[in-house]
């Protein structure tokens, strides 16, 4: 992912709350300031890591915090198992569970704690995004509970007759949840062509049924593809 303007300064700003010492900053400003377009934040972060350690030496180790996180999940591990097992869909139960680690990130946030770790296992859920109403086939609210979607998933209208995903004709409890979500699979075409580009992180699954689409991909008519686009 290229760093932008605002993500540079968030890594600046995180790393004025490691140190307060001018020269390690003025080390880190140095660092930001002669990024290429190619560096990607991992880059950045580990030449930081390097001043840090060329400045002050090692860095504080994380062992303890690891295995508090470690011990605490391990102790639920029997009531997540039931979760995912019970589950309409398990699959999705424990995708939804393995991505609230990702909450524990001494680098991307300024505070982690173990009462909001603890609640997102509360809050982990899928949600299905259909058409707000009739375009052609697309799937809406009517037909994804006609077909017990929401006994696996939360649904949610799109807002607007649109066959795609269009932020700016979206509803705003549709834009919320898209803005909010930690894995974003978008399905069809439509989706693609109205999603791609846009910013986000987003996994694509679709038929190539198009000239321009099988052009693209350079692959035969109704290929399946699974695209992976970063953020």
């Known amino acids: 992912m290229r760093i932008s303007q605002a993500c540079a300064k968030c890594m600046y700003d995180h790393q004025v709350r490691v140190s307060a010492d001018e020269v390690y900053l003025a080390e880190v400003r140095k660092i930001i300031e002669q990024r290429s377009e190619q560096d990607t934040t991992s880059e950045l972060l580990y030449r930081f890591n390097e001043a840090y350690r060329k400045r002050f030496g090692a860095r504080d180790s994380f062992a303890d915090v690891k295995r508090q996180y470690n011990d605490l999940v391990l102790r639920m591990e029997d009531g997540i198992r039931s979760r995912i097992e019970s589950s309409a869909d398990p699959l999705a139960e424990a995708l939804a569970f393995a991505r609230i680690g990702n909450y524990i990130d001494y680098g991307a946030q300024n505070n982690v704690d173990e009462a909001t770790f603890l609640s997102l296992f509360d809050t982990a859920k899928l949600q299905v995004l259909v058409r707000g109403g009739e375009v052609l086939n697309d799937v809406t609210v009517d037909d994804a509970l006609y077909t017990g979607i929401d006994q696996i998933a939360r649904i949610l209208s799109s807002g607007k007759a649109v066959a795609g995903t269009v932020y700016s004709m979206m509803s705003q409890e549709a834009q919320r949840a898209l803005d ?3 894995v974003i699979l978008a399905k069809g075409q439509a989706n693609y062509e109205s999603l791609s580009g846009t ?14 689409f099988t ?8 290929t399946g593809m699974l695209v992976e686009e970063a953020s």
């Open 180 to 182: 909010e979500a930690d």
């Open 199 to 212: 910013g986000r992180h987003v996994f694509y699954s679709f038929l190539c049924k198009c000239d321009h």
């Open 215 to 222: 052009s693209k991909f350079n692959v035969p008519a109704l």
